[in-house]
């Protein structure tokens, strides 16, 4: 994991990439796309999480078996008297995806941003371009079989 330290203290980003392992018959009762929704869509407790947006699509052009996510929310903070004024913002995009030679063997790659106090200055980061460049990194090598 990466954490990028900013001069704006309400602001972070990090990235992650997991390496993934599954069972050779995980889709067979569901395809690729319902299997990351269910395991990447959180359930978000409603009481500390609100104006949650989940976004998948389909990524082809790495594998047969590659989505890119997006998850946008609202951290109220714990407790029960939330200060509304005062959220953070959440934002995780990434890609989840199974090498195209084996598909039990895939990663989990992402980056999320966190600005306290809203959304209203998320769009001004420079940062973005960052995670967006780690995510465009991801290049599957042909596997070696011998």
């Not at 869509?41 to 947006?53: G, H, P």
């Not at 609202?74 to 407790?79: H, K, Q, V, Y």
């Not at 941003?113 to 769009?123: H, L, T």
């Amino acid at each position: 994991m990466y954490v990028k330290k900013t001069e704006d203290k309400n602001y972070f980003i990090y990235t992650k990439a997991t390496e993934i392992h599954l069972a050779a018959d995980t889709f067979k009762t569901t395809d690729f796309m319902e299997y990351v929704r269910d395991i990447k869509e959180l359930a978000l407790d409603s009481a500390r999480y609100k104006n949650v947006i989940f976004e998948l699509d389909p990524e082809r052009s790495l594998s047969p078996n590659c989505a890119r996510y997006t998850l946008k929310y609202e951290d109220l903070g714990p407790g029960s008297t939330h200060d509304v004024s005062t959220f953070a913002a959440l934002e995780n995009s990434g890609l989840y995806c199974m090498h195209p030679d084996t598909p039990g063997i895939g990663i989990d790659i992402f980056y999320m941003e966190r600005r306290e106090k809203g959304f209203r200055e998320m769009e001004q980061t420079t940062y973005r371009r960052e995670g967006q460049q780690f995510l465009e990194g991801l290049e599957f090598q042909q596997l070696n079989r011998s």
